[in-house]
């Protein structure tokens, strides 16, 4: 691959990870575009995500050095021990999903563009509440998120979702859905990504611009959180994926 798609492909990473329009959906329809094996390209994404996690690293380094502190002292509030939970419920799920995604892989387009549809629905029912994160509503975004390892369903999107429809605020979502998106995304960028791609210079270009980009859109995305709309859009490029699968089909493309 040219070293300006890899440049290309970090920036888009670290723009759609920070939107609920699914970043690892989107980096494999490009990457299948550009004649990439599927689960080579859902490897490349996975990838990425390293960027991306440690952009969030960085922007949350405040709490991250509080729950450091607070571990030193043997304590630890609310908040984390809700998102600790979270990040453990995603783990089981996702691993019992991801058998069932590089079957779905082999269909492409079509896999990927259902995902996405699915998605864009699930923004469509999004609205936020007034309560501060909760138990069940830690465990709903656990499950959103664990699912979220298919490509074309998104994370944030999904995890915001489900907190909405658990009557959490959204800021208060948001910064839950970005802090128990740090150690999930990382593992499955070393585990699932890593070994799977050499560590040349047009990879780790792509890494360092997913993380570059993340930073400038977290920051966005923090003050947009209850402006941004991508469900019709998501619904739409889910639909074309299908019918570009289809065509693809039929005359052998």
Do not use: C
Not at 160 to 169: H, I, K, Y
Not at 186 to 197: D, P, Q, R, T, Y
Not at 204 to 232: C, E, H, N, Q, Y
């Amino acid at each position: 691959m040219k070293l300006i798609y890899r440049i290309i492909i970090g920036i888009l990473q670290g723009i759609f990870e920070r939107l609920p329009v699914s970043s690892s959906g989107m980096i494999v329809l490009v990457l299948m575009l550009l004649g990439e094996d599927p689960a080579e390209a859902l490897s490349y994404a996975f990838f990425l995500h390293i960027g991306t996690a440690l952009a969030a690293i960085v922007y949350f380094r405040s709490e991250i050095r509080d729950l450091i502190v607070e571990l030193s002292h043997g304590e630890i509030d609310e908040f984390w021990r809700l998102a600790i939970l979270a990040v453990i419920v995603s783990a089981a799920v996702a691993l019992i999903v991801l058998r069932f995604v590089y079957v779905g892989l082999e269909y492409g387009y079509a896999f990927v563009g259902a995902m996405l549809i699915i998605t864009g629905i699930a923004l469509e029912v999004k609205k936020f509440g007034k309560r501060r994160i909760y138990a069940g509503a830690a465990i709903a975004a656990g499950i959103a998120q664990g699912l979220a390892v298919a490509p074309g369903l998104s994370r944030s999107g999904l995890t915001l979702t489900a907190l909405g429809l658990m009557g959490v605020e959204g800021k208060e979502a948001l910064r839950f859905s970005f802090i128990i998106s740090i150690p999930a995304v990382i593992a499955a960028g070393l585990f699932l990504g890593m070994g799977n791609v050499s560590l040349s210079i047009g990879p780790l270009l792509g890494l360092a611009f997913s993380f570059l980009f993340g930073i400038i859109t977290i920051d966005a995305l923090m003050r947009l959180v209850d402006k941004i709309r991508r469900g019709p859009l998501l619904i739409l490029l889910g639909l074309l994926s299908i019918a570009f699968y289809a065509v693809s089909i039929k005359f052998g493309i």
